[in-house]
C-alpha cells in the first residue's frame, strides 16, 4: 500500500513537500508517480519518476516547480513542490506501477494508489 503525507494550506508563492511511503511491495520495481484532482476535475498525471530514479517526467503545468524524487533504500517517493499557485488546489496521490515501460503512467496501469492528501492554495 500507499501512504502519503505531507498536504495542508498555504499560500501562493509558498513551498510544500509531500512524501509517499509504500509498505509490501518490492518498491525498486515500480515506476512512482504522482497525481491530483481538482474539484470537477479528472485526475491527471504530473510527474513521474523510473525505478532507478534516473529518468523523470513532468507535465507542463508544473514543470519548473516541481521536482520528484526516491529513496529505494527508505522505499519512499516525495514530491517538492515550490512557488504554488492557486490552480494547484487539488487532491494528489501517489502512484505505482510494476515494471511500467514508459515514462509516463496510465491511470489503468496503476497497481496501487494511495488514499490521497489534500493541497489548497490560497491566493
Known amino acids: 500500500q500507499l501512504v502519503e503525507s505531507g498536504g495542508g494550506l498555504v499560500q501562493a508563492g509558498d513551498s510544500l513537500r509531500l512524501s509517499c511511503a509504500a509498505e509490501d511491495l518490492t518498491f525498486v520495481r515500480y515506476t512512482m508517480g504522482w497525481f491530483r484532482q481538482a474539484p470537477g476535475k479528472e485526475r491527471e498525471l504530473i510527474t513521474t519518476?523510473?525505478?532507478?530514479?534516473?529518468?523523470?517526467f513532468y507535465a507542463d503545468s508544473v514543470k519548473g516547480r516541481f521536482t520528484i524524487s526516491r529513496d529505494n533504500a527508505k522505499n519512499t517517493v516525495s514530491l517538492q513542490m515550490n512557488n504554488l499557485k492557486p490552480e494547484d488546489t487539488a487532491v494528489y496521490y501517489c502512484a505505482a506501477e510494476f515494471e511500467a515501460t514508459t515514462q509516463t503512467i496510465e491511470i489503468a496501469r496503476v497497481d496501487y494508489w494511495g488514499k490521497g492528501t489534500q493541497v489548497t492554495v490560497s491566493a
Open positions: 519518476i523510473d525505478k532507478s530514479g534516473d529518468s523523470t
